[in-house]
């Protein structure tokens, strides 16, 4: 007897003949005592299964509840009601794993959030959040489709690292056989050391911060998706940021299949080129329209403020599109971020704003002079010897290049339409919350 999946790869051929489906009970419902149509859920999908007369009489019949796992047996019928098309016709089954009647307690969406989240093990069964789990596999592939089509190596940089890349005060610190050492907060660093070895390169894989907020975009451990490009200007970075982000939107439209239907049915194509915007304008845009550094006393924005993210949202939906920000003072940025030719108070940096979501992108050009980075080190008060490896770029054959880094659970939050970005994690982590 063959095995067939719920929602099966390839369609048709199926009808009329007799096979076994696994899975897990996803909803129950008695029509009598003696007919019960049973939804099966496998990961591929879901498909009905309608059980009667003595099938539906045995003890283990009687006492299904959701999220028992089952073998069923029977004829695959069509039908034009159920998606798919097909039903099952079941004339045997066996419960492999009961499952308490407690369930139903669970699985209620009445439950505050911080309750869902302890049961999270469970809750990303629902038919929502797995759907979103299977989006977030195939956003994965469009981003990984997207650099191999482009020609560029995946690398596999440390997590555990001694150095930092975004700042001390994020540092998650540990002790790493008695030395100390932090969780990476950005693969970018040892990404420009890969270029003269691979080329144009790219990783994605966790990142961590430890922040001390917990806002609807933050987390404290991210998937972060990095490139790194040697001999560019800033024109290049621009253009493959904007490419990379209108490639994978067109390459999710067109596998999100009816999972994406579901979820965002609004997700349309990106215009390029993206509008772009200076921090200076940046500035300006926000005291012309009364976006203030501090609502209560109406304080404007000056240059050199840092505009939290409050109020780039703001900004953002008021533009309505997505933004390249450009060009931030060098004192708003990190320390390894090439200076602006024409004014050496700016940094040739970039943010990527969305609507709805905010800062997805983050990227710059590299300051390649070595003692243009030994200055900056100083600065910053950064000790350079534990960066010895990343200074010895611009020892051993420096070039100009550049990079970027974007922060995955952010842009599925964009893509799929999801409000809170613990919606989109496994298992989300941020402050306060380490379980399950
Ligand atoms: O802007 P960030 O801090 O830039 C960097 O880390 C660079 N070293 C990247 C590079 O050039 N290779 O972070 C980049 C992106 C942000 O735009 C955001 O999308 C995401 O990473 N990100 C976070 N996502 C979720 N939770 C957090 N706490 C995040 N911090 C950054
Ligand atoms: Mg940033």
């Avoid at 990404?191 to 990142?207: K, Y």
């Avoid at 611009?394 to 880094?405: E, I, S």
Wanted: charged share 25%; aromatic share 10%.
């Amino acid at each position: 007897i063959g095995k067939l999946k719920c929602a099966p790869a390839e369609d048709g051929g199926h009808i009329g003949t007799r096979v076994m489906l696994q899975g897990w009970t996803h909803r129950l419902r008695w029509e009598s005592k003696k007919l019960l149509f049973l939804e099966l859920r496998d990961g591929t999908g879901y498909i009905q299964a309608v059980m009667s007369g003595n099938l539906c009489m045995t003890k283990d019949a009687l006492m299904l509840n959701r999220e028992a796992s089952v073998s069923l047996y029977g004829t695959v019928c069509s039908d034009e009601r159920a998606k798919g098309g097909m039903e099952l016709h079941v004339d045997y089954w066996e419960l492999v794993g009961s499952s308490p009647a407690e369930i139903e307690m669970i699985l209620t969406h009445e439950s505050n959030p911080d309750i869902l989240l302890n049961q999270r093990h469970l809750v990303i069964r629902g038919t929502k959040a797995s759907a979103v789990l299977r989006m977030r596999s195939i956003i994965t592939q469009c981003f990984r489709e997207h650099f191999f089509a482009n020609d560029y190596v995946e690398l596999a940089p440390p997590t555990l690292v001694q150095t930092q890349c975004e700042g001390g005060s994020t540092l998650f610190h540990f002790d790493y056989f008695g030395e100390p050492a932090y969780l990476t907060q950005s693969s970018q660093l040892y990404l420009e050391t890969g270029i003269p070895a691979v080329g144009d390169c790219f990783c994605i894989l966790p990142s961590y911060r430890a922040e001390k907020s917990s806002t609807r975009r933050h987390l404290a451990e991210f998937h972060h998706i990095e490139a790194e490009f040697a001999f560019i200007d800033f024109e290049d970075l621009l253009q493959r940021i904007e490419y990379l982000i209108a490639d994978v939107v067109d390459r999710v439209i067109e596998k999100g299949g009816d999972l994406l239907q579901v979820l965002n049915p609004g997700l349309k194509p990106l215009k390029r080129p993206f509008k772009r915007l200076t921090y200076t304008d940046a500035v300006k845009f926000c005291r012309q329209h009364n976006i203030y550094k501090d609502e209560a006393t109406q304080t404007h924005f000056e240059f050199g403020d840092d505009i939290p993210e409050g109020p780039e949202r703001k900004m953002t939906d008021m533009i309505g599109e997505p933004i390249l920000m450009i060009k931030f003072p060098m004192t708003l940025k990190s320390f390894y971020m090439k200076r602006c030719p024409e004014d050496r108070a700016l940094t040739e940096s970039v943010d990527v704003l969305i609507p709805g979501v905010g800062e997805v992108v983050g990227g710059s050009m590299r300051m390649h002079d070595y003692d243009e980075l030994m200055e900056a080190y100083e600065r910053e008060n950064i000790d350079p010897a534990p960066y010895y490896w990343f200074s010895d770029q611009r020892k051993y054959g420096t070039c100009p290049h550049g990079g970027y880094g974007l922060g995955l659970e952010r842009f599925i939050c964009y893509a799929l339409a999801q409000h809170h970005i613990r919606d989109v994690c496994l298992y989300p982590r941020y402050r306060g919350r380490i379980e399950p």
